[in-house]
């Protein structure tokens, strides 16, 4: 069966004041159910993290909003430090720029190995949240992640780093749509449109890593998860190379663990079925 070309446009074209207003309300929500103070996010000068920011203004109001702005000056682009400070100061909220590059060092230096990259990089991620939720404790606060839908189907994230959050506004966007609320918002265009790059080591971009690029990974995810269309049918219906949807799909599958709680043992598998007979 012959299916419509699924085209980037079909994935973009929302009312993106809609949206906003209805995640804006989704955050007031998950604020005022909790009963915390406000949010806590972390700001890197990229497109998710200023569409974050820019979210939970609107939501909230600046007053009950904090971010953080954690280079770590071996690794981290200038440039990205100077968009962080500008957007923090554009949406007039509190914010602190800690260098996490001592850290990271420290670290290194107290394990005395060298570990490689990606493993120093996901570090980075680790140490990040872990100030996240040291000022969400201190502050009465809840932490805003920053991930959007194709970085959480695809696991494109450090699992306890980047992925963890009290709760992820952006979660439900492609990074495609996300790009387009950016810029709705009012997110400066070199932000908007800068190209992803989780900066865990010197010139890491996202979509070298990842062998595709955003538009044809969201494209795939949208044929797959939102309509529901085989592996076969996503080929026919994309036009992309059939190893682009094999790359998408084996991404999906080998990250399942980052979207699940850690297994725990069925307890009448391995437990209650050795309990003893206890004679009342």
């Not at 954690?70 to 100061?89: C, F, I, Q, R, W």
């Not at 307890?267 to 007979?277: A, S, T």
Request: glycine content about 8%; aromatic content about 8%; hydrophobic content about 40%.
């Amino acid at each position: 069966m012959a299916h419509k070309k699924i085209t980037i446009e079909d994935i973009t074209s929302l009312d993106y004041e809609s949206v906003a207003a209805k995640l804006s309300s989704y955050i007031r929500k998950m604020v005022d159910e909790s009963g915390m103070s406000g949010v806590v996010l972390g700001v890197s000068g990229g497109v998710d993290s200023a569409t974050a920011l820019a979210l939970a203004v609107k939501a909230l109001g600046p007053e009950k909003v904090l971010a953080l702005i954690m280079p770590d000056t071996g690794v981290t682009p200038l440039e990205d430090t100077s968009h962080a400070k500008k957007l923090v100061e554009m949406y007039n909220v509190d914010y602190k720029i800690l260098d996490i590059k001592p850290i990271v060092d420290a670290y290194l230096i107290a394990l005395g190995e060298g570990p490689d990259k990606r493993s120093v990089g996901n570090l980075r991620a680790r140490i990040r949240m872990s100030i996240l939720y040291l000022y969400a404790n201190m502050d009465n606060l809840l932490v805003m992640g920053t991930g959007d839908r194709s970085e959480i189907l695809l696991g494109y994230f450090t699992k306890y780093g980047d992925g963890a959050a009290d709760f992820h506004p952006l979660g439900c966007l492609y990074k495609s749509q996300v790009r387009r609320l950016a810029l709705h918002l009012g997110v400066p265009k070199n932000v908007a449109l800068k190209p992803s790059s989780p900066r865990l080591w010197p010139g890491h971009m996202a979509e070298d890593e990842l062998g595709l690029s955003y538009e044809e990974i969201d494209v795939i995810l949208y044929a797959i998860f939102d309509l529901g269309l085989s592996r076969d049918e996503a080929v026919e219906a994309t036009g992309l190379e059939a190893w682009k949807i094999d790359r998408v799909i084996e991404l999906h599958k080998k990250t399942e663990h980052k979207r699940r709680w850690p297994p725990v043992p069925d307890p009448e598998e391995y437990v209650w079925q050795y309990r003893k007979n206890i004679v009342s």
